[in-house]
Each structure stands twice: as structure tokens, then as C-alpha cells.
């Protein structure tokens, strides 16, 4: 946001300020307690009445294009402007291929803007990973091949243009990205219709569309929405059998932070995430998830009586900031409406995951992310405008800010221990092992064993990750993954070579 708007918010009129003789006073002595109105405020979630029965994506192979585009879909009961990957949808097909597939990818540009895809959770050649400098233009076209070689699990694709990543993601271009193989096959894990991909995203809808202006305050605390969205419907209900269901969950939202529970308080078993497969089921309450990370979980309504109402919701949490996990709302309806008989048996063990030895570690870097919570735009007494930074510094795509030996192994630490908001953690190109959370929470979660892309760091937390960087060479970014903050330059970039 522009210095003129800032003042044009606070009510202020520039020769007011000037007149004063100190916009520098001014503006440093909102920059702790944020007197000016800039506290940042939860977007409070209005539920519908779950009467919208849950849609899936069409599923595709290896070998498609997608056409991002203006279109149209039906939102809340409305016919309204959105973007999509195809005509009259919101998101983009769900992409299931297997382990050694071949993907042949079209992009074609029908927008007036720039746009790419980002294969969020897949280790592709750097070329192909939709770095911020690989944009096609409107009109133009770009063709993605590469090979899949890596285990099991859901990724997605989204655009990453930089400075416009937020808009086209919540207004539609999306997709899940689901790999299988051999090893997550041979546990037969429900699947067909009893393997249910749900892609939740918050939007804040308007008769003419979906909206996407962020204010000083949203782009400090992130963009979110009032109405809830799965699979790109509104308030949504499905019918289930009285047996274990397989949930793909992916925080597909810009910015909000998800504390997953059931309404009826019975356990939600974990068995992957990011990467994949974890070692063992973990069986939990709640589970938070951030933006851009992925959960793999069972559900069992096995013993639950027909006629049942079951809601997936988001419970309230502690320490998320001013903005996040002040409100426990309903996402999802599940109606148990028929009995089913199953021989599943849930694994006591589901995969062999190596420890990576901290003895190999090569190089220690730690990224300083405390100091996001400033205000856009604003200059401060040293004259430099603070925005969302790693390590103070703002992107730059043609600066490479850190250089990564191939074949080594490196621990990244990431400090919010100072900080004010959530930061969701984001490396290109690479899978990481959380090793440790120390302050705030102070413990891992269930979820945050096994393979990792994307780390959520609370305020006052510092997390450290362990990173097996491979032969993958090329320039990859990494950052918040608060879309509203990478766009704001929360964004770095490492030269593996």
C-alpha cells in the first residue's frame, strides 16, 4: 500500500502531518502498539446451513492443458466472475498419476495478466518449479515436462506470480496434485469413494465476484474471508457410510490458519502429510494446519449411528496473533447415511522413513522472520520502509541470497521469537525433517514427523528444520507461504549448485 493511502486510512491529512514536523514521530509511535486503527482483528467466519452437496474436481492424468481464464461459477447461490483453470469452475482438475509418470502439462494464458504454475510438493527440475521469474504472459503459452519421481503423497499446483500470487489463487486457480505408488498401495487404504480430497479455502464473496483488495491491515495479518469454501463449495454436506473414510486435506486459503476437529470430539488418525506417508497412525483431537500444508488422515464412522451429523470444524487456538483462532466455526457437513462393510485394518506401521544424522550436517543458517509484523509502506527512523522481511531483506529476484552446495545436508532455522503473526514456511524444490520447536508451543505436532515442505511458525516460536539438499541444481525460492506476505516480498532465493 502507497504512503498516501496510509494516511488517507488513519484520517489524517498529509500537510496535516507535515505541519506537525515529525511524520517520522508519527509513524514510529504506532509501531509497537499500533494507535493509528492497524491492530489487526479477526475476519469472523458466517456458516451457512450445509444444505450444498460436496463437489470433486474432474480427475486427470499426466497429459492435459490447463487454461486459466475468466470465468463464471456459482458461489453462494450466485453466478459470479471467478478465475479458473477450466470454463464454469472454480479450481483446476485433480492431477493423479503415479510414481514414474511423465507429465506433459499445457499452460495457456487466456487471462489480461501474468501468470505460471508452482508444483507445490514436487522436487522438480527448477525450469519446470514456476519460479516468480518464469511468468507467461497473457496470450502465451508454456508447456511443463518433467518426470515424478517421488513417493506417495498430495501436493498442489497454484500460480506464484510475484505481487499477484494472492489474487489468482483466491479467486480461483487451484488445484490438488495426488501421487500413488507401490508402498502406500500394498497398506490398501480406503480409497475410490471412500478417499475424499478436500481443498478448504476462505473467501469473501460479493454479487459481482470474488473480492481481492487487501488493506494495510490485511496485508499485515493476511487475506481472509468470511464464507468458507471445500472444494470450491459453500456450507457443504456429504452423505457417508458407517466405515473409515481416507481425507487428502490441503489449507488451500491464503492466509487462515485451521485448528481441524470433529463436532462430536472422536479421533482424527493421522497417517501422512506433506510428504507423504508418516511412520505410524497418530491419533489426535485437534490439528492445526497452515497455509499451503497438506494432511492425510482417517476418519472412523464406523460405530456412529445411522442419521448421524457429524461436522468437520475449526476450533479456536491459542497464540496465532490478533487475526487467527479467535472463533471455533463448522466447515464441512458428513451425514452417516448408510451402513457399509469394510476389512480395513488400520497399520500399525506405514512407512520407513531414514532419520537424516545431524553429524552430516554441512552448514547452519538461521532466517530472522520476526519482524513481518511491521507496516507496509511506512519509513521508520533509519529510513528504511519495513515490510514483510527474511532477514531484513525484501525479494529480489535478481539477487540470490543464499548459495546451497548439492549432495549436502544443511539445517535452516526459522526465528519468530520476536514476532506478531503466524508465518507458514515454504521451500521450493526440497523436502525437510522438523528437528525441533523451541518457545511458544515449545513441541512438534503430530503431524510434523516424516517428510515436510511447509513449516508453520507461531509467534514468539522458533522452528528448526533438517534439509537433505539433492542434485536438483538451479535457483528456487523460499518463503512465507501467507500469500498476502510473500507478495509483500517475504520471499528469498537459494542457488543450489
Not at 514414474?100 to 501468470?115: F, H, K, M, R, Y
Not at 463436532?263 to 497418530?282: H, Y
Not at 451425514?335 to 500399525?348: A, G, H, N, R
Request: proline share 4%; net charge neutral.
Amino acid at each position: 500500500m502507497k504512503r498516501r493511502s496510509f494516511i488517507k486510512m488513519s484520517g489524517l491529512s498529509a500537510s496535516g502531518i507535515l505541519a506537525s514536523g515529525s511524520i517520522t514521530a508519527l509513524f514510529s509511535s504506532c509501531q509497537k502498539d499500533y494507535r493509528l486503527g492497524l491492530v489487526t482483528k479477526p475476519v469472523i467466519v458466517v456458516e451457512g446451513d450445509f444444505s450444498n452437496l460436496l463437489t470433486f474436481p474432474n480427475q486427470s492424468g499426466a497429459n492435459f492443458t490447463l487454461t486459466a481464464q475468466t470465468t463464471s461459477a456459482n458461489l453462494k447461490g450466485n453466478s459470479v466472475s471467478v478465475l479458473g483453470y477450466q470454463s464454469n469452475k472454480l479450481l483446476g482438475p485433480t492431477i493423479r498419476i503415479n510414481k514414474g509418470d511423465a507429465v506433459n502439462i499445457l499452460l495457456q494464458n487466456n487471462l489480461s495478466e501474468p501468470t505460471n504454475i508452482h508444483f507445490h510438493g514436487l522436487k522438480v527440475p527448477a525450469i519446470m518449479d514456476g519460479h516468480p521469474d518464469q511468468i507467461v504472459n497473457g496470450g502465451s503459452s508454456f508447456r511443463y515436462q518433467f518426470i515424478v519421481n517421488q513417493r506417495a503423497g498430495l501436493s498442489w499446483y497454484h500460480p506464484h506470480p510475484h505481487g499477484n500470487t494472492g489474487k489468482e489463487v483466491v479467486q480461483g486457480l487451484a488445484g490438488a496434485f495426488i501421487i500413488n505408488d507401490s508402498e502406500e498401495a500394498a497398506l490398501n487404504l480406503p480409497s475410490d469413494q471412500y478417499e475424499l480430497p478436500l481443498i478448504i479455502q476462505d473467501k469473501l464473496i460479493s454479487s459481482s465476484g470474488i473480492q481481492y483488495n487487501p488493506s494495510i491491515k490485511e496485508i499485515m495479518a493476511g487475506y481472509m474471508g468470511e464464507s468458507v469454501f471445500v472444494n470450491g463449495v459453500f456450507s457443504p454436506f456429504t452423505e457417508v457410510s458407517a466405515r473409515i473414510y481416507r481425507l487428502r486435506i490441503l489449507n488451500g486459503s491464503n492466509a487462515r490458519v485451521y485448528n481441524l476437529a470433529l463436532s462430536n470430539n472422536d479421533d482424527i488418525t493421522i497417517i501422512g502429510n506433506d510428504g507423504g506417508l508418516l511412520k505410524m497412525p497418530a491419533s489426535v483431537k485437534e490439528i492445526l494446519i497452515g497455509p499451503g500444508e497438506r494432511l492425510d488422515v482417517l476418519i472412523n464412522f464406523s460405530n456412529t449411528v445411522i442419521g448421524t451429523e457429524i461436522y468437520l470444524m475449526s476450533k479456536e487456538f491459542l497464540n496465532g496473533g490478533n487475526a487467527q483462532g479467535k472463533q471455533n466455526f463448522k466447515i464441512m457437513k458428513f451425514k452417516v447415511s448408510m451402513q457399509s462393510f469394510s476389512t480395513f485394518t488400520l497399520p500399525v506401521s506405514l512407512s520407513d522413513i531414514p532419520t537424516i544424522s545431524i553429524s552430516s550436517v554441512v552448514k547452519s543458517r538461521t532466517f530472522e522472520i520476526s519482524n513481518a509484523m511491521e507496516h507496509h509502506g511506512v519509513p521508520m527512523n533509519n529510513g528504511m520502509q519495513m515490510r514483510h522481511r527474511i532477514n531484513g531483506k525484501l525479494y529480489l529476484n535478481t539477487r540470490i541470497d543464499e548459495t546451497v552446495a548439492k549432495n549436502t545436508n544443511e539445517i535452516w532455522v526459522f526465528d519468530n521469537s520476536k514476532g506478531d503473526e503466524p508465518h507458514p514456511m515454504h521451500l521450493h524444490g526440497v523436502f525437510f525433517q522438523i528437528l525441533e520447536r523451541t518457545k511458544g508451543r515449545g513441541n512438534l505436532l503430530a503431524s510434523e514427523s516424516g517428510w515436510k515442505d511447509t513449516v508453520l511458525v507461531l509467534p514468539g516460536e522458533v522452528v528448526k528444520v533438517i534439509i537433505p539438499f539433492e542434485n536438483n541444481t538451479g535457483k528456487f525460492v523460499f518463503h512465507c507461504h501467507n500469500l498476502e506476505h510473500e507478495d509483500d516480498g517475504m520471499m528469498l532465493q537459494y542457488q543450489l549448485s
